[in-house]
């Protein structure tokens, strides 16, 4: 950090502080349907708050509240701020994505790594000054010692970054798993987010490696490597909160994936015939916004079932399959002359498709043309035949 009080470099961290703050009131005051996902939202906030704060006060000799917080508190206050914000971003990630998340006992094992830390700090008197190096005949062992605060503070947001990008992974694929139709775009936003927080926290290693080796004979390069992660984070933030007022409400819930036994594995005829006839027969394919638990329920077979079906006899998930039909359903009305006054618009939604994107997209994928083209060819086709 630079010396000078309020440089722009510090009003970025006071607009990040004062932000998260005024975010965790106008997130209290919006209606949201995931009351969770909202607290946990807030509460990450105040841990940025909290961090980027000490981090003001820890670095800036001008800015100060009182004696016993800079030198003795402030250290559990960075630490505790700076161990709570990785668990905080992987269950905020859990709750927008898992359905009927709730928080249980298992997840205090989160508060572990910030419990360690502070035992740390209070068994070896670690304060301010030692986390700065400024201790006057600060001993090898003592520099080791704060150094391995910061070592841990810096490592263990990424691995939790790491875990909210794979949660992330693993909600697009019960997406496909689980659904025939939803929109890629809140996902997307979702997977940006958390690997921005990744990139951001990786970022803070760098800073830290380069502030224990180059900064040691240039510290200007560990002072700019700072500044910039400072301002990445106030950057996040903002998308974070255009995220949760504008995506997260329209975000389906998956439900975890159930780890099938061998026996579980074994498909049978039964099964492989009920799922033909609701496709085939009662042509469930064509009703918009169909996930796999209303599929299973009309064709009296458990999801599990329906899924090792979808899986293993057609190689495919949810998803795929069921548009793989809406596409043949969507050919078979573009072609037949009798539904030639329907337009493209028509033929999808009457095919199941609820999204004119996803349907062009499957046509061409599936089909190698357009549409259009496709109905062009084939009228062409019956005006030879005629």
Same mark, same amino acid.
């Given at each position: 950090?630079?010396k000078?009080?309020f440089?722009?470099?510090d009003?970025?961290?006071f607009?990040t502080v004062?932000?998260?703050?005024l975010l965790v009131?106008?997130?209290?005051i919006?209606?949201v349907?995931n009351?969770l996902?909202?607290?946990?939202l807030s509460?990450?906030?105040i841990?940025?708050?909290v961090?980027?704060?000490c981090?003001?006060?820890?670095?800036n000799?001008d800015?100060?509240?009182?004696t016993?917080?800079?030198?003795h508190?402030l250290?559990y206050?960075l630490v505790?701020?700076?161990l709570?914000?990785?668990p905080l971003?992987?269950?905020?990630?859990?709750?927008l994505?898992e359905?009927a998340?709730?928080?249980?006992?298992?997840?205090l094992?989160?508060?572990?790594?910030a419990a360690?830390?502070v035992?740390w700090l209070?068994?070896f008197?670690i304060?301010s000054?030692?986390?700065?190096?400024?201790?006057?005949?600060?001993t090898?062992t003592?520099r080791?010692?704060?150094?391995g605060v910061?070592h841990f503070?810096?490592?263990?947001?990424?691995f939790y970054?790491l875990?909210a990008v794979n949660?992330v992974?693993?909600?697009?694929?019960?997406l496909?798993n689980?659904?025939s139709?939803?929109?890629?775009?809140?996902?997307?936003?979702l997977n940006?987010?958390?690997?921005?927080f990744?990139?951001?926290?990786?970022f803070?290693? =760098?800073? $830290?490696?380069?502030? #224990?080796?180059?900064a040691l004979?240039?510290?200007?390069v560990?002072? *700019?490597? %700072?500044?910039?992660?400072?301002?990445?984070?106030?950057i996040l933030?903002?998308?974070?909160?255009i995220?949760?007022v504008?995506?997260t409400?329209?975000?389906?819930t998956t439900?975890?994936e159930?780890?099938?036994?061998?026996?579980d594995e074994k498909l049978t005829?039964?099964a492989i015939?009920?799922v033909?006839?609701?496709?085939?027969i009662?042509k469930l394919?064509l009703?918009q916004?169909?996930?796999?638990?209303?599929?299973?329920?009309?064709?009296?077979?458990?999801?599990k079932e329906?899924?090792?079906?979808?899986?293993?006899h057609?190689?495919?998930?949810f998803f795929?399959?069921?548009?793989?039909y809406r596409?043949?359903?969507?050919?078979?009305?573009l072609?037949?002359s009798?539904?030639?006054?329907?337009?493209?618009m028509?033929? =999808?939604l $009457?095919?199941g498709? #609820?999204?004119?994107s996803?349907?062009?997209?499957?046509?061409n994928? *599936?089909v %190698?043309?357009s549409p259009?083209?496709?109905?062009?060819?084939?009228?062409?086709k019956?005006t030879k035949?005629?």
């Amino acid at each position: 950090m630079q010396k000078h009080i309020f440089n722009i470099h510090d009003v970025v961290l006071f607009m990040t502080v004062a932000e998260c703050f005024l975010l965790v009131i106008f997130q209290a005051i919006l209606p949201v349907k995931n009351q969770l996902a909202n607290r946990l939202l807030s509460t990450f906030l105040i841990s940025i708050a909290v961090s980027s704060a000490c981090i003001l006060v820890l670095w800036n000799d001008d800015v100060s509240l009182f004696t016993a917080f800079d030198e003795h508190l402030l250290p559990y206050f960075l630490v505790f701020a700076q161990l709570l914000k990785g668990p905080l971003l992987l269950l905020y990630v859990v709750s927008l994505t898992e359905d009927a998340f709730k928080l249980a006992r298992r997840h205090l094992v989160h508060l572990l790594p910030a419990a360690l830390a502070v035992v740390w700090l209070a068994l070896f008197q670690i304060d301010s000054t030692d986390l700065r190096f400024r201790t006057l005949g600060m001993t090898e062992t003592q520099r080791q010692l704060a150094n391995g605060v910061w070592h841990f503070i810096k490592i263990m947001p990424f691995f939790y970054a790491l875990a909210a990008v794979n949660r992330v992974r693993l909600y697009r694929i019960g997406l496909h798993n689980q659904y025939s139709n939803f929109s890629p775009t809140e996902p997307s936003w979702l997977n940006i987010l958390s690997l921005g927080f990744l990139f951001t926290w990786s970022f803070s290693i =760098l800073v $830290h490696v380069v502030a #224990n080796t180059i900064a040691l004979a240039a510290p200007q390069v560990s002072d *700019l490597f %700072g500044i910039t992660e400072n301002y990445i984070i106030f950057i996040l933030i903002n998308a974070l909160f255009i995220n949760s007022v504008v995506h997260t409400h329209k975000l389906l819930t998956t439900k975890p994936e159930v780890t099938k036994d061998k026996a579980d594995e074994k498909l049978t005829d039964t099964a492989i015939q009920k799922v033909q006839q609701g496709m085939e027969i009662q042509k469930l394919f064509l009703k918009q916004n169909l996930n796999i638990d209303e599929f299973s329920k009309r064709i009296n077979l458990p999801v599990k079932e329906v899924s090792a079906v979808i899986n293993k006899h057609y190689g495919t998930n949810f998803f795929e399959f069921m548009n793989s039909y809406r596409v043949e359903e969507a050919k078979r009305l573009l072609s037949d002359s009798q539904h030639a006054d329907m337009t493209v618009m028509d033929v =999808l939604l $009457h095919a199941g498709f #609820n999204s004119k994107s996803a349907f062009h997209r499957f046509f061409n994928r *599936l089909v %190698g043309m357009s549409p259009t083209e496709y109905r062009k060819q084939n009228t062409n086709k019956e005006t030879k035949i005629a």
